[in-house]
């Protein structure tokens, strides 16, 4: 899915490959790719820290890994600190030009701290989560490049100048309050089930718009607003077509970092509440910023 959709952004990763000249003998071919990590807030998470290792490239035709950073952050960084454009560099190296069909990333640790004012029925704001058996053996994230038409590529080819892949660690989708804060019972835990997807950042757009409500005491302010692609072909445990952020300072929102496609876009309300319209369905187009996608917040009918 900017601290916007943990939304990630993955790093830079470079390509290189070699070339047969007219006279037999071998010349370097250059190409650079970037890998950026970036995400979006969270409405009761302060700090959600991941600790991203291995990440590694599968070329087409099933060829060796690509093995572009065996300590792609360094240590645990806080996805929430990744908002907007902000991204944080997992690699940057040559590889051989190629065509690549699949991203893998190992997530070796995380932990999560509540915003102010909210902790768990144990006690305490801070703890450190469980990571499922899939992350620790790598997330599978497929890459696919949009071609003329709309059709779809199986793969995305790196060759000559710079390719950047944005990588959206989405926060909402991956760390799930479990209980709730409203309730006697109030927070249990977290459960963590890291939600990624990946987009080549040359193509990418974005959807934007503003919540509004006529209801007395209803903010438009922290909730979240989805896209989630339109026939995506995502068949991955781990990888998402759904990008999420929380709505801002009079109900803005921009969801960042979205690849050329249909997306059904709709709001998650309150309970006895509803949006004008229920969802709606919104065409990005290659680098195309869709502004004005608006909703109303009414009581639901009857």
Not at 146 to 173: K, P, Y
């Amino acid at each position: 899915m900017y601290r916007n959709a943990f939304r990630y952004i993955l790093s830079l990763l470079a390509v290189s490959t070699l070339v047969a000249c007219d006279d037999g003998t071998d010349v370097l071919d250059s190409a650079r790719i970037r890998v950026l990590l970036t995400d979006a807030p969270s409405d009761y998470i302060a700090s959600a820290m991941v600790d991203i290792g291995s990440v590694e490239l599968l070329p087409a035709g099933g060829g060796d890994r690509v093995v572009l950073t065996e300590d792609g952050t360094d240590g645990p960084v806080d996805l929430l600190d990744l908002q907007g454009l902000t991204t944080e560099l997992l690699a940057d190296l040559e590889i051989p030009s190629d065509t690549y069909v699949q991203m893998r990333l190992i997530v070796e640790s995380a932990s999560v701290t509540l915003a102010e004012g909210y902790e768990f029925n144990s006690g305490g704001m801070e703890a450190d989560l469980s990571v499922p058996s899939g992350a620790q053996t790598g997330i599978k994230l497929n890459l696919r490049e949009d071609e003329e038409g709309g059709e779809e590529s199986g793969g995305v080819q790196i060759a000559g100048g710079e390719t950047v892949l944005v990588v959206d660690f989405d926060v909402n989708q991956s760390f799930r309050i479990q209980g709730s804060p409203n309730t006697p019972a109030g927070i249990s835990g977290v459960s963590f089930r890291p939600t990624l997807r990946v987009v080549v950042e040359d193509v990418a757009g974005s959807i934007s718009g503003t919540l509004s409500t006529s209801i007395t005491d209803q903010t438009v302010e922290g909730l979240v607003v989805s896209a989630d692609a339109v026939d995506p072909g995502v068949d991955e445990e781990f990888q998402s077509s759904m990008a999420t952020v929380p709505s801002g300072t009079g109900g803005a929102y921009t969801i960042f970092f979205l690849a050329p496609g249909s997306y059904n876009v709709s709001v998650e309300t309150p309970d006895g509440v509803t949006t004008d319209p229920a969802s709606t369905e919104v065409t990005v187009g290659e680098s195309e910023d869709v502004t004005g996608v608006d909703f109303e917040l009414v009581p639901v009918s009857g």
